[in-house]
């Protein structure tokens, strides 16, 4: 009987202890610690990112998304994953419906909806990678280092964001063959 009961506490508190760990903000959205609150200008965000020596991840959600939720309540907080996105990372979250204005870096000003769909971002959520210089006058779209389009898992996770840190877009290897690769090792492990 107290074992049946340690079995369903664990299913019933375990789940609501985990998603008490991410606050969500008036819009809806989630808010970790390492989101930065920006004025959504990506030319000063890549500037202000470059100048702490971190790479510019731009993290576009909508309000009741699940695979949002996933992400945030099960693969940010992977100890892997936090730490490298609090090392490595500064990243901008971008509302889907919402209403805040963006500077692109093109210099067009439009409302995060707008944007996103001049962006051509359909699904959430969605993380576009910058590089460290965007040649003047071209929007994201033209100059994401990566995308990655909804939710994934520990391991993809991880290997994106290592990836993109270690310039992977600049080399031979398709993203596909370093995931293959570096996930042999890491199931080996």
């Known amino acids: 009987m107290l074992k049946n009961l340690l079995l369903i506490l664990a299913f019933v508190v375990a789940p609501l202890a985990a998603s008490a760990e991410v606050e969500m903000g008036e819009d809806g959205l989630h808010k970790p610690t390492w989101l930065r609150d ?21 993290i576009v959600e909508q309000r009741g998304c699940i695979y949002c939720t996933k992400m945030h309540n099960e693969v940010f907080p992977i100890p892997e994953i936090d730490a490298m996105i609090r090392d490595n990372y500064y990243f901008v979250q971008i509302n889907m419906f919402g209403d805040l204005e963006v500077t692109d870096f093109d ?48 391991w993809m996770t991880l290997n994106m964001l290592t990836w993109v840190v270690e ?15 570096m996930f042999a090792i890491q199931r080996n492990q």
């Open 167 to 181: 310039h992977g877009y600049d080399t031979d290897e398709h993203f596909q063959k370093y995931h293959a690769r």
């Open 107 to 154: 210099g067009e000003v439009m409302i995060e909806r707008d944007i996103v769909k001049k962006w051509g971002v359909f699904f959430t959520p969605t993380t576009l990678f910058l590089p460290e210089e965007v040649p003047e006058g071209e929007g994201l779209p033209q100059v994401a280092a990566s995308v990655m389009p909804g939710a994934f898992g520990k």
């Open 38 to 58: 920006t004025f959504l200008d990506m030319r000063e965000d890549l500037e202000e990112a470059n100048a702490l020596g971190l790479r510019l991840a731009i």
